[in-house]
């Protein structure tokens, strides 16, 4: 069984900055993707950013330029760094992970976590 536990949301004033991290647990042989999505009260879940094991990056037009996801694979850890942060980006932030366990591959969902862009 994996599991992620996410931390770094909060409230933050417009023009400021945040940063998430997730890490997975269990017992994991490898990860492939991990990204980061999000869902603003009466929006369908979004795709904000990915990673591939091989480092490649792709995100959402809305927070390109102003958002960085990056990952630690001896911690399997990702992060996800938010500069320049407006009310839009209100949301809760979910991981979600791509790997493999002994009991084959696998796709888990964190928790979540708020972050309200606010004044």
């Known amino acids: 069984q994996v599991q992620l536990v996410e931390s770094g949301g909060g409230l933050v004033q417009p023009g400021g900055s945040l940063r998430l991290s997730c890490a997975a647990s269990g017992s994991i042989f490898s990860i492939y993707a991990m990204g980061w999505y999000r869902q603003a009260p009466g929006n369908e879940r979004e795709l904000v950013a990915r990673?591939?094991?091989?480092?490649?990056?792709n995100y959402a037009g809305a927070v390109k330029g102003r958002f960085t996801i990056a990952r630690d694979n001896t911690k399997n850890t990702v992060y996800l760094q938010m500069n320049s942060l407006t009310p839009a980006d209100t949301a809760v932030y979910y991981c979600?992970?791509?790997?493999?366990?002994?009991?084959?591959?696998?796709?888990?969902w964190g928790q979540g976590t708020q972050v309200t862009v606010s004044s």
């Open positions: 990673i591939s094991s091989g480092g490649s990056t």
């Open positions: 979600h992970v791509l790997g493999r366990t002994v009991g084959g591959n696998f796709g888990s």
